[in-house]
């Protein structure tokens, strides 16, 4: 007579089935979730939402008074930033990070990571630290995060684009070459990587093309498009195993010379629910579907954001760039009430690599977060040094919640750490990026203004409350106009659109 020895199958995790469950699987959750950058702007509030999420960030925003926020007190030697690639790598090599992760370790595992934008070295620097970084590789999102690619991605994903040709460019002769006949003369040209403020330029002659003629010829292959006179717009998603979940479609603030140095540069965002005709709220979820679906067939997974292009003379809709990240408007998106009701965005993103069955319609969610009664009135605005100086701050504002009175002046209200405290129009939550003893230049982010209510007129025009907002935070900073002209990095602009 034998004995069989049976082996005891493995405990599993139950499936989660539908919201309810997702939400409570985060409310228990005992993995420790870092978000790794400059400031922890992007992802404010997931930290009410996910047990053990905590942000590590290189600029002190709250002074020390955010119960999440963890940002190493002793400046290391490190050599200039040129990228918030630069900033996350500095902070996994600080010795009070590497502490301070050890410190949180649970059942000798690290834990997982979440970084705005990272390279092959943050990869590195995070395994060797034993965290997961839960976003698809560098590498690939380093190939879908060039612009020609993109065009490529929505051609297979049949998303309609600006009329375009990709093609290198030797020289203002050879445009025309490439372009007139398909394009005409008034073009705009956009080369692989960089904010849009900084690499798309606007051209309709030689001289306008002579100025940006370096830019231009050093690439291999820029994405030259004819350009039409049109509206920009943001939308973000997530690409699950379940499908690809769409939020509302968002207006933008792009170009103001109150907010921005730069020409078509990002500052802003805007959410509310006559934004758009149905027509093209519509066509702008579905292209988000096909695009999300193709970039699954790609491989990826995850949170990315969209900008799409109206146009204000036929009401057509074209893609204009993809983001294969948390963005800038993720802020906007995950603290809007219909996120509220359901989950915030970034929680679908995290539980894509959480190791946890789940299950839930996609359609269900996406028809109800695009009616237009669960979508409620906000803006932000990302405030930038306009100037063309150099300028050392002596005081500045503190984040929290600041009131406006009738005659334009502001005053300090109370500390909270995001914008859902805010209660009416009169009232907004301002995040600081630059601090005392640092230094304002052109471009440089002084910080970001976010409030219920819209900031642009239905024209879109900046309305006299947002220069009325913006005068007054500016006016909060006490600097000093320096000779000394230098070139810190843009920490939030050119990063995060």
């Known amino acids: 007579m034998t004995t069989k020895t049976i082996e005891k199958a493995k405990p599993t995790s139950p499936i989660l089935k539908g919201i309810s469950d997702i939400r409570r699987f985060f409310y228990k959750n005992e993995t420790p979730i870092y978000f790794i950058s400059a400031t922890n702007f992007n992802l404010l509030g997931a930290d009410e939402w996910i047990k053990g999420f905590k942000f590590i960030n290189n600029i002190e925003c709250f002074d020390r008074l955010h119960p999440n926020v963890f ?6 030697p490190h050599d200039e930033f040129e990228s918030i690639e630069d900033i996350n790598n500095y902070l996994l090599q600080h010795p009070e990070v590497q502490a301070y992760i050890h410190s949180r370790k649970v059942k000798g595992k690290a834990g997982k990571a979440m970084f705005l934008m990272f390279d092959e070295k943050t990869e590195k620097l995070a395994k060797k630290l034993g965290l997961e970084v839960i976003f698809p590789s560098a590498k690939m999102r380093n190939a879908m995060d060039n612009k020609v690619n993109t065009n490529r991605i929505a051609e297979k994903a049949g998303v309609p684009c600006v009329p375009y040709v990709l093609s290198q460019v030797k020289n203002y002769a050879h445009l025309g070459e490439v372009s007139k006949k398909a394009l005409g003369d008034d073009l705009v040209i956009q080369t692989p990587f960089g904010d849009s403020g900084h690499t798309t330029f606007f051209i309709s002659n030689e001289k306008e093309y002579l100025k940006y003629a370096p830019e231009i010829e050093q690439e291999d292959e820029v994405k030259i498009m004819k350009r039409i006179n049109c509206r920009g717009s943001a939308i973000e998603a997530c690409v699950t195993r379940n499908g690809t979940i769409v939020a509302p479609l968002m207006t933008e603030l792009v170009g103001f010379k109150e907010l921005t140095p730069y020409k078509g540069g990002w500052c802003g965002n805007e959410i509310y629910p006559n934004a758009f005709t149905p027509a093209i709220r519509k066509k702008a979820r579905k292209y988000t579907q096909l695009f999300g679906d193709q970039l699954k067939k790609e491989g990826y997974k995850g949170y990315f954001e969209l900008d799409f292009l109206i146009d204000q003379d036929n009401g057509a809709i074209y893609l204009g ?8 408007a993720s802020s906007i998106t995950n603290h809007a009430v219909f996120a509220l009701a359901d989950a915030p965005l970034y929680l679908f993103h995290i539980l894509e690599w959480m190791d946890q069955d789940y299950e839930f319609s996609v359609n269900a969610l996406n028809d109800r977060w695009g009616k237009q009664e ?17 300028e050392y701050i002596h005081e500045a504002p503190v984040s929290g919640i600041w009131n406006m009175f009738d005659n334009g002046h502001i005053q300090f209200d109370r500390m909270d750490t995001h914008r859902r405290a805010v209660e009416s129009e009169k ?4 995040l600081r990026i630059s601090n005392k003893g640092d230094y304002l230049y052109e471009g440089a982010d002084m910080g970001i203004l976010v409030s219920r209510g819209r900031m642009m007129t239905d024209d879109f025009k900046l309305s006299n409350r947002a220069k009325g907002w913006i005068k007054a935070i ?3 900073f006490k600097s000093e106009l320096i000779e000394d002209k230098r070139e810190p990095v843009n920490l939030i602009g050119n990063l995060s659109k």
């Open 374 to 390: 669960n979508i409620d009135n906000w803006s932000q605005m990302v405030i930038k040094h306009t100037e063309d100086t150099v």
């Open 474 to 476: 500016k006016g909060q």
């Open 321 to 328: 760039e993809l983001n294969p990240r948390v963005t800038g």
């Open 427 to 430: 009232e907004a939550f301002f």
């Open 71 to 76: 940002s190493p007190k002793e400046v290391m």
